[in-house]
């Protein structure tokens, strides 16, 4: 018999918004680039992410490298031309972005505390160390969970090292999370489980993986107040293993 002892929670767009204004960050940048350009003929959204996905070995996820990447696309976009002061304006674009207040998902303090009431919970989230500690600080929610990781990456090596940790196999962990990239498909691949809560907008580079549908060892919800049970249905599911 298989039995879940530990869920991991992803951070971003699972427990809070976020990826809401790094879309609308995105549209300001079109702006600003739109003053040089001509949108129509220059695919804008393209060029940022070719640039932000060569820099992700360099700078890494979150705010910061997002704004050193719309400073490197729009100067080569523009062929130089670009401004002083419109460069200026991508980076106060994204200090608005590291301080903007953290807005819980409706349901999902309430959806944590259950399932913490049954289960060990950790929180595994990547991005900028300081902006995420931030995050989790000014969310109200640390408390609920007994360790709390900010990784680099979230891929299968990640996951493992963050279990061996906790002397916990793949198969007594499962993971909540809005990314089947990051959050779903690296634990699935070790012999977790996971819960999928797909969130209304999701950045391109955690959309380019598949999982077949009706996988044995996951479940998609709509909403927090659906994870309790969610969890629990797993639960079942490995313990008649």
Same mark, same amino acid.
């Given at each position: 018999?298989?039995?879940?002892?530990?869920?991991?929670?992803?951070?971003?767009?699972? /427990?809070?918004?976020?990826?809401?204004?790094?879309?609308?960050?995105?549209?300001?940048?079109?702006?600003?680039?739109?003053?040089?350009?001509?949108?129509?003929?220059?695919?804008?959204?393209? =060029? /940022?992410?070719?640039?932000?996905?060569?820099?992700?070995?360099?700078?890494?996820?979150?705010?910061?490298?997002?704004?050193? %990447?719309?400073?490197?696309?729009?100067?080569?976009?523009?062929?130089?031309?670009?401004?002083?002061?419109?460069?200026?304006?991508?980076?106060?674009?994204?200090?608005?972005? /590291?301080?903007?207040?953290?807005?819980?998902?409706?349901?999902?303090?309430?959806?944590?505390?259950?399932?913490?009431?049954?289960?060990?919970?950790? /929180?595994?989230?990547?991005?900028?160390?300081?902006?995420?500690?931030?995050?989790?600080?000014?969310?109200?929610?640390?408390?609920?969970?007994?360790?709390?990781?900010?990784? %680099?990456?979230?891929?299968?090596?990640?996951? =493992?090292?963050?279990? %061996?940790?906790?002397?916990?196999? =793949?198969?007594?962990?499962?993971?909540?999370?809005?990314?089947?990239?990051?959050?779903?498909?690296?634990?699935?691949?070790?012999?977790?489980?996971?819960?999928?809560?797909?969130?209304?907008?999701?950045?391109?580079?955690?959309?380019?993986?598949?999982?077949? %549908?009706?996988?044995?060892?996951?479940?998609?919800?709509?909403?927090?107040?659906?994870?309790?049970?969610?969890?629990?249905?797993?639960?079942?599911?490995?313990?008649?293993?």
């Amino acid at each position: 018999m298989t039995q879940i002892r530990l869920v991991g929670f992803d951070a971003d767009d699972t /427990l809070w918004r976020s990826q809401d204004y790094f879309d609308d960050a995105q549209i300001e940048f079109e702006r600003i680039v739109g003053r040089y350009v001509d949108l129509a003929d220059v695919r804008v959204a393209d =060029a /940022l992410y070719a640039v932000e996905t060569a820099n992700l070995a360099v700078f890494g996820y979150g705010v910061k490298g997002m704004a050193l %990447s719309m400073i490197e696309s729009a100067t080569r976009i523009t062929a130089g031309r670009i401004s002083a002061l419109d460069l200026h304006r991508i980076v106060e674009m994204a200090k608005d972005l /590291l301080r903007h207040p953290v807005e819980l998902l409706p349901g999902i303090r309430e959806a944590v505390e259950v399932i913490a009431s049954r289960y060990e919970v950790v /929180l595994i989230t990547k991005g900028d160390l300081f902006h995420q500690e931030a995050k989790v600080r000014d969310s109200g929610l640390a408390d609920l969970f007994r360790r709390i990781e900010i990784v %680099s990456e979230k891929d299968p090596p990640t996951y =493992a090292r963050v279990l %061996s940790e906790f002397d916990a196999e =793949a198969s007594a962990f499962l993971m909540i999370g809005n990314s089947l990239r990051s959050d779903i498909a690296p634990v699935l691949a070790l012999g977790g489980w996971g819960v999928h809560m797909p969130y209304r907008t999701t950045w391109v580079h955690e959309r380019d993986v598949a999982i077949e %549908s009706g996988h044995e060892r996951m479940c998609v919800v709509a909403a927090p107040d659906e994870l309790p049970e969610a969890v629990a249905t797993l639960a079942e599911r490995a313990a008649a293993l």
